[in-house]
């Protein structure tokens, strides 16, 4: 999440940045959300100040002074009982909108939201060439009767499919060499829940911004979690860790649920695994920039995806 307070100490770069996001405007309403917070917050300190004052004066005072002194407390808590729920309210819609204000775009990254849009940075090494039409993984796995997109579709819709055979312990084979690779980096193998409550997936920035790509329980108000690093990121959250333990990381394999809704139907055929490792340390960074590798060439995403 945007730091409002730098936003509002040089809010030109912020601006400039998320124009190129398409939302030109953002930093203007948050400004604006902003400062109706700050001017409630003063409102409300003051009357609570004065609330206060006014209360201990009147143990010590008496007649029509003690009177007066009532009176004017009653007038305070009137007006505190009606700003009170406004300043939760604006602090409500700030922290909402600075929720769905997406992270600052790396000035490297080109615009653009297609993969036409996307730059070349290098190339390594070359691409292999066949003397026969290769078959893609999907061709490949019901071939040999280990991928069967057909029956998992009937069963469970699109983008489901069963593992069968040979390609099961392959799974777990891969699967295993990444966590002997992360145990080996010193990271702490875990298996975390997948369902998580609602302050998780914001506290991850999972929501609000990809809701719609996200299973929600609605008898239980709980999220199924699209990557391990929801609920690993979660693992520490309101705690305070002690500087000498840190770094504290952690890799997390778990089955992973996402709608996808905006994906292709090219995307679809490479996204067979239903489960995959993560890694997250106890401590991260976070980048506004992302890069992509197909065969043998590195690409930079458009600001756009």
């Given at each position: 999440m945007l730091d409002i307070k730098l936003i509002r100490e040089?809010?030109?770069?912020?601006?400039?940045?998320?124009?190129?996001?398409?939302?030109?405007?953002?930093?203007d309403e948050l400004?604006?959300?902003?400062?109706?917070?700050?001017?409630?917050?003063?409102r409300v300190e003051a009357l609570r100040a004065e609330q206060n004052?006014?209360?201990k004066a009147i143990g010590r005072a008496s007649g029509d002074e003690k009177q007066a002194l009532i009176a004017e407390v009653a007038k305070v808590s009137t007006e505190l009982k009606d700003l009170e729920p406004a300043l939760a309210e604006a602090e409500t819609a700030l922290t909402l909108l600075l929720a769905?204000?997406?992270?600052?775009?790396h000035?490297?990254?080109?615009?653009?939201?297609?993969?036409?849009?996307?730059v070349e940075v290098r190339r390594l090494g070359?691409?292999?060439?066949f003397d026969f039409e290769p078959r893609d993984h999907a061709e490949l796995g019901a071939a040999l009767g280990v991928l069967d997109v057909e029956r998992g579709a009937r069963t469970s819709?699109?983008?489901?499919?069963?593992?069968?055979?040979?390609?099961?312990?392959?799974?777990?084979?891969?699967?295993?060499?990444?966590?002997?690779v992360l145990v080996e980096k010193g990271f702490t193998p875990s298996i975390p829940p997948v369902l998580v409550r609602e302050e998780t997936m914001f506290a991850?920035?999972?929501?609000?911004?990809?809701?719609?790509?996200?299973?929600?329980?609605?008898?239980?108000?709980?999220?199924?979690?699209?990557?391990?690093?929801?609920?690993?990121?979660?693992?520490?959250?309101?705690?305070i860790l002690d500087e000498e333990a840190l770094p504290l990381r952690y890799a997390g394999y778990s089955t992973c649920f996402r709608r996808e809704g905006s994906a292709s139907t090219s995307s679809t055929r490479s996204r067979c695994s239903p489960s995959r490792p993560r890694s997250r340390a106890g401590t991260s960074t976070s980048s506004s920039s992302r890069s992509r590798k197909r065969s043998s060439v590195v690409w930079t995403s458009p600001t756009g995806s």
């Open positions: 040089d809010p030109e770069p912020f601006r400039t940045a998320l124009a190129r996001r398409g939302l030109a405007e953002r930093v400004l604006v959300a902003d400062e109706r917070r700050r001017e409630l917050t003063q004052r006014a209360s769905s204000t997406p992270n600052l775009p000035p490297s990254a080109p615009d653009g939201f297609t993969d036409e849009d996307a070359d691409p292999p060439r819709g699109s983008r489901f499919v069963y593992l069968l055979g040979d390609l099961v312990f392959v799974q777990f084979a891969l699967m295993r060499n990444a966590m002997d991850s920035a999972f929501l609000p911004t990809d809701e719609v790509n996200i299973y929600r329980t609605d008898a239980d108000q709980l999220y199924l979690v699209g990557t391990s690093e929801v609920s690993l990121a979660a693992l520490h959250m309101e705690e």
